[in-house]
Every structure is written in structure tokens, then in C-alpha cells.
């Protein structure tokens, strides 16, 4: 074997163990963010502590749960609109979000935003909200 052909093979191995490596990477952090994502679906915290802030929020009519979620997120009330919609998803108040306005505030979790905002009446699920804000 001569010199060109062992530089060559030589670069060969390191270009594969490169590309090895940056796959075992690439794997790792997607297995990180995936776990951190689902935890996150079933353990998330609300935005903030009690007492909170109770903040005023109006669903119309035909909003998805993702628009719901975009509106909660301005508003301060979530920290991320897909991770509303995923637990939307999972829970049993899918397809149950009702168009209203609600009182809802910053100590409460998804899901018991998803619970005053599936309410039969909206007027009663606001009086809800201000009772579970304190």
C-alpha cells in the first residue's frame, strides 16, 4: 500500500466516524427534546403562582384549539400554544372548547383553563375561573 492510498483510507475512516458521531448527536438531542416535550405535555407548569393575575379572554366562534391556544399564549396565560393543542388532544375536553369570554388566570394550569372553557354556560365557567384564581 502506498502512501496516497493510506492518507486516503485514513481520511476515509475519519469522514465516517465524523459522520457517526454527528448522527449519535443528532439522536441524543432529539431523544432530549422529545422527552422534555412529552413531559412537558402531561407536567407543565402554570405561567405563574398563586394568587396570579386573572386576565379576560374572548373565544369566537369556529377557533380551533391551536388559535385558542395562540390567543391564551398573547395573553400571557400559557407559555406555548402547540403544547395547548397536544394536551387538547390527549384530554378528554377535545372538541369541547366553547366560544365565550372567560376570566382565567395566570396560576392555572391548561388544564383547568380546557375545563372552565368546555363549561356548559361561559357566564358560570367565569365565575369558575375567579373562584379557582384564588
Known amino acids: 500500500m ?20 454527528l448522527a449519535i448527536v443528532l439522536v441524543y438531542k432529539g431523544a432530549v427534546t422529545a422527552y422534555d416535550y412529552g413531559y412537558r405535555v ?8 398563586k394568587p396570579g393575575a386573572d386576565v379576560q379572554v374572548e373565544i369566537t366562534v369556529g377557533k380551533s384549539a391551536l388559535q385558542i391556544g395562540e390567543i391564551l399564549e398573547s395573553k400571557g396565560l400559557i407559555r406555548d400554544a402547540k403544547l395547548f393543542y397536544v394536551q387538547n388532544l390527549l ?8 366560544a365565550g369570554v372567560y376570566i382565567l388566570n395566570t ?3 391548561m388544564e383547568e383553563m380546557m375545563q372552565i372553557m368546555s363549561a356548559a354556560e361561559p357566564d358560570e365557567a367565569a365565575d369558575t375561573a375567579g373562584e379557582a384564581g384564588n
Open 91 to 98: 384530554s378528554h375536553y377535545k372538541d369541547k372548547l366553547r
Open 107 to 109: 396560576s392555572m394550569t
Open 2 to 21: 502506498n502512501t496516497k492510498q493510506m492518507i486516503v483510507a485514513v481520511l476515509g475512516m475519519i469522514f465516517r466516524v465524523a459522520i457517526a458521531v
Open 42 to 49: 402531561f407536567q407543565e407548569p402554570p405561567v405563574a403562582e
